[in-house]
């Protein structure tokens, strides 16, 4: 039979485990919380990679539409130049100088042969452009609306995690009045300095550092009569197979 010394450190013990499981799940509340920001912007930065995607594509479709003009206007411009050369024709004189306005003729057609080649290729490229920036506009704003559902979501989870984390915080004030001020202040020291204060040992080995307890030791922890530490890592330990401390969390 257990002594009434034991059932009031294995008490102590259990009660700050139950300290130590509201400590973890607060730190993990307070680090989701944190990283909040972040992942509000990465969905800001990606929304604007997007939308800068579509104006470069937008731009380059502009541009690609204008140069075209530049091209026709050019075009019309050659045009009225050749048949100006046409008229031309009958007022001169020589047939050496015929024979030269003719061959300027053809040099002209053959420039402005070329300029509506280019011109049906920036045609083609336009229309190759105009399904691609179609495209885009349809990913973005499906985007957009993914994105603004993301962060609907994300608000609601913080809300959520701050109720949570307030309760959580409330209880875990409560009841940490309920514990041994001397020994309170050892485990904030551990928790401060190793992130968790507790260590259970289970088949003699201490499961936060993996060093076997000696069995002497082990005998001593199974008693529960001290307050105990492991030898290695320093953490108040427990006898992790005990009952009293399953069902924790
Ligand atoms: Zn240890």
Not at 83 to 105: A, G, R, T
Not at 121 to 128: G, V
Not at 181 to 191: D, E, F, H, V
Request: charged fraction near 35%.
């Amino acid at each position: 039979m257990e002594s009434e010394g034991n059932k009031e450190l294995a008490e102590k013990l259990r009660l700050l485990l139950i300290l130590q499981t509201y400590d973890q799940r607060i730190k993990q509340n307070r680090q989701r919380l944190e990283s909040w920001p972040n992942l509000v912007r990465d969905l800001d930065t990606e929304m604007e990679n997007l939308n800068k995607d579509l104006e470069k594509a937008l731009k380059e479709l502009n541009d690609t539409k204008f140069r075209r003009k530049e091209l026709e206007a050019k075009i019309n411009d050659m045009e009225v130049k050749i048949k100006k050369k046409y008229l031309q024709l009958y007022e001169v004189k020589s047939n050496k100088d015929y024979q030269q306005m003719l061959e300027e003729i053809d040099e002209m057609k053959a420039k402005k042969s070329k300029i509506e080649d280019q011109v049906l290729e920036l045609m083609e490229q336009t229309e190759a452009m105009e399904v691609k920036v179609k495209e885009k506009k349809a990913f973005v704003a499906s985007k957009q609306t993914a994105v603004k559902e993301a962060k609907k979501e994300l608000q609601k989870e913080m809300e959520t995690l701050k109720e949570s984390l307030e309760r959580l915080e409330r209880e875990r004030h409560n009841l940490s009045l309920q514990v041994d001020p001397n020994l309170l202040s050892l485990y904030t020291r551990l928790m401060e300095l190793k992130g968790a204060a507790l260590s259970p040992v289970i088949k003699g080995v201490c499961q936060l550092c993996h060093l076997s307890i000696p069995p002497q030791k082990f005998i001593e922890l199974l008693r529960c009569q001290t307050l105990m530490s492991c030898p290695n890592c320093e953490r108040i330990i427990y006898w992790g197979e005990d009952e009293l401390f399953a069902n924790i969390d």
